[in-house]
């Protein structure tokens, strides 16, 4: 494998971190995105556990803790009624927390480092890659072409590389819409705090650095850029009954050009690879947002408190995990 030449697809948090540990084993890529240059645009990121010890690995963690808020307390607010207290520090893990970051904050900090160890060229979008038996043939938008010995795509859950190659994925919409972005509440305790209304949208907030605030929510799916355009403060308004702090969340956006907003769908794959082309991240695996995804490191289970409590729970769909909970107005 040395001296071979690998092209990345993707300069997103995955192609990165590949980048960067190819490097640690003495190998050569060199990254392709097909964003015109890197911009600071987006909310946070929870890094969990995993994440936090790969970063560790390759000697990032350590640089990158100033610019990480780290929670140690997830509440999940069920209907305005039910609570359900993750206590991380609980968890016989390393790094048993939620680090909360600025995401152009990981990005930047991982093309920081990929930029010592590998050429990242920006404006190269892959419209098509080929496997073919020895090589992988690459194409791009703006008429380059290239050949690797090995390709690997990090070109997130709309791969460009995976639908070129044909490998077969099972896609399910999560027929929701979510928007992630900053906010500037005047202070927020160090939880991370996701808010499941009767009406079926989230709410999540988590602390930043810097006096911050992530916020990601429900959004209006198909319409958002209607609703941005046009009647940002009805929409803000339909959020009054989640309570005050939703309410100022919502209020005190600085910039609302700067929220993300996402249609994520569930990508699963047989087989991700077809040498000498192998898929990552999500182009290989994408989850939608749900309670899961703060469960991922493994939470010590813990018993609910009565089937009352479960069967409401189940309502929500939360049924493989037991957590501990509690009333919230006892
Ligand atoms: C609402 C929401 C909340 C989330 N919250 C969390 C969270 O709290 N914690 C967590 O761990 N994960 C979270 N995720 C998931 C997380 O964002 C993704 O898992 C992660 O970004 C995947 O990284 P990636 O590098 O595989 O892909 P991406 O981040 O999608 O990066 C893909 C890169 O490829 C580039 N690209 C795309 N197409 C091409 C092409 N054709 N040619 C060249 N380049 C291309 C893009 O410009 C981008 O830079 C969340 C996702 C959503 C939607």
Redesign the pocket.
Known sequence: MRGARIAI?????????AAITAAHFGLMTTV????EDFTRVG??????SN?LRVLERLGLLESFKPLIFPCRKLVLELGGQYEIVSDYDELPIPHNYLAIVL?YQLQEHLLTSARKVAPILFA????YAEARQAHARLE??NGARAEFEVVIG????????RQSLGVSAVKKAAGAA???GVTELPSHPPVVREIWGSDGRRFGIAPLTEGRTYF?CSAPRGQWHEVLSQRLGAWIDTWNPYGELVRSALHRVPDWNAV?Y?E?EDVRLKRWYSPPVFL?????H????NYS??L?PGLRQRERRDAAHRAEADDYNIGLFKVSGHDRHP
């Open positions: 697809v993707g300069a997103g948090p995955a192609g990165l971190t392709f995105d097909g964003a909310g946070g990121i929870v890094i969990h994440g995401r190269h979008r892959c419209t791009f938008a990090a070109d997130g859950a709309h791969s460009q590389v979510y928007l992630r990601y993300n996402d994520p990552i991240g999500d182009a290989a994408a989850m939608t947002p995804h703060h991922k």
